[in-house]
């Protein structure tokens, strides 16, 4: 009997995305998640545009068996994060370079490359790797996740027992044309412990990323990633978090240029009196930027906050996304859920695509999400036009007024500051040709 069409579609997409790869060699434990990660896959089928969760992003050019070839961006400026003392780690299409990283001795935190890791037969990791992204897959599928989980052989391993001497910072250089990289990295922070992780660099020109963090009772994860400098770039990024008691999670991730990039962040409440904060500043410019926020928060326990701040701002055609939704179980009284999405169109070519949700069960609980998107104040340009400042100017002037409240989700300042000079420098740059 033959398959619908969808479902026919879906078979030989994902077939002929496997056919193209090698399930790696490793330890018993790793091998057993990579087989289980393998089967999720063929059971789910890779995406399709016609599921739920994919009709606002094409996912075509992420599941070819083939990445388009995407061309090297040269540096225009110094490295994100090269001002800041931290444990600077390099990829360089995908695979980790000891040679141009620093020492991984830092105290409070043990660090491994996957790939050893993963050829041992006993490691703590077995009980996180794969973990996390399986538990995600309910009650939506993320098929590009597994698949990372099935194939990738490359990434870090951080066990963080106290509080973290100084920054890690994860550096994807890209050199070659024709990358298709998958990294996984996995974190898992002890009760008590305290780790900060920085991310960026373009990796590839088609890029799979998973992250999986495990915060122990007590224990806090900040994470701050920048996406940039390749205009040619594709990536489907997962963040999968499991918080404890009174843990705090915060990641915030800047974008600019790449021709599609896909961010999921699936966080879940397991101990009483956590928080989650998840946001993003996004500047698109130009009808071949396509960039996606799709968030999934479960408050699983009593008395936890979440925050999903985004910030898009879209111009020349470009494309916006925002999916996020906030589960609330019976069990999770008091909990505490803000959700906005917010765009800012520079023109009348460009748009915003939102799709917030809100699911409760408890009676207890403070939630509330908003999404809009309009054209820039007017008014307010006028204000700053009538002061001397030129349009161009003023502009950026309010772009960055904008992202604000995204931006104030990071909590070093020093960082803030980083992300914030990356911000303007693009900018310039745009105001300038």
């Known amino acids: ?25 490793g330890g018993a434990w790793a091998r057993e998640a990579r087989g289980a990660a393998k089967a999720r896959v063929e059971a789910m089928g890779l995406p399709h545009p016609r599921d739920e969760y994919w009709k606002y992003t094409r996912p075509e050019t992420l599941v070819a068996p083939q990445a388009p070839k995407a061309a090297t961006f040269a540096p225009y400026e110094s490295a994100v994060f090269g001002d800041i003392d931290r444990v600077n780690l390099v990829f360089v299409d995908g695979v980790f370079d000891p040679a141009r990283s620093d020492d991984p001795a830092i105290g409070g935190v043990e660090i491994e490359p996957l790939a050893g890791v993963a050829a041992k037969d006993i490691h703590w990791a077995r009980d996180l790797y794969g973990v996390l992204e399986a538990r995600g897959q309910a009650p939506v599928e993320r098929p590009l996740a597994a698949l990372n989980t099935a194939y990738a052989t490359e990434g870090v391993v951080i066990r963080v027992t106290g509080k973290a001497a100084k920054p890690v910072n994860l550096s994807y250089l890209q050199e070659a044309l024709d990358t298709d990289v998958m990294i996984h990295n996995l974190v898992k922070v002890e009760a008590g412990a305290d780790l900060t992780l920085l991310e960026n660099g373009p990796a590839a020109g088609r890029l799979s990323k998973v992250l999986e963090v495990e915060v122990a009772d007590g224990g806090a994860f900040h994470h701050v990633r920048t996406q940039g400098r390749a205009h040619e770039r594709r990536a489907a990024t997962h963040i999968f978090a499991r918080l404890g008691k009174e843990s705090t999670f915060k990641s915030f991730t800047l974008t600019v240029n790449g021709a599609l990039t896909r961010n999921e962040a699936v966080i879940e409440f397991t101990g ?42 879209l111009r020349n055609g470009a494309v916006g996304v ?30 915003f695509l939102a799709k917030p949700e809100l699911e409760i069960y408890a009676d207890d609980v403070a939630c509330s999400h908003g999404s809009t998107s309009g054209a820039i104040d007017e008014e307010g ?9 030129p349009k161009a100017e003023a502009t950026d002037l309010m772009v960055i007024a904008f992202v604000a409240e995204a931006l104030e989700e990071i909590e070093d300042p020093v960082i803030a500051a980083d992300v914030l000079s990356r911000l303007e420098g693009w900018l310039h740059r745009r105001r300038n040709g």
């Open 1 to 25: 009997m033959a398959l619908p069409q969808k479902k026919q579609q879906k078979s030989d997409a994902t077939a002929a995305r496997l056919s193209a790869l090698n399930l790696p060699e």
């Open 272 to 313: 009483d009196d956590a928080v989650a904060h998840v946001a993003g500043a996004c500047l698109g410019d130009g009808k071949d930027f396509h960039h996606d926020d799709t968030v999934f928060i479960t408050h699983d326990a009593v008395n936890c906050e979440s925050r999903q701040v985004f910030k898009k701002v």
């Open 322 to 351: 925002f999916q996020g939704k906030i589960l609330v179980t019976p069990v999770a009284q008091k909990t505490d859920g803000y959700q906005i999405s917010q765009s800012l169109l520079l023109d009348e070519d460009s748009q």
């Open 381 to 389: 340009l006028f204000y700053l036009r009538s002061r001397g400042v």
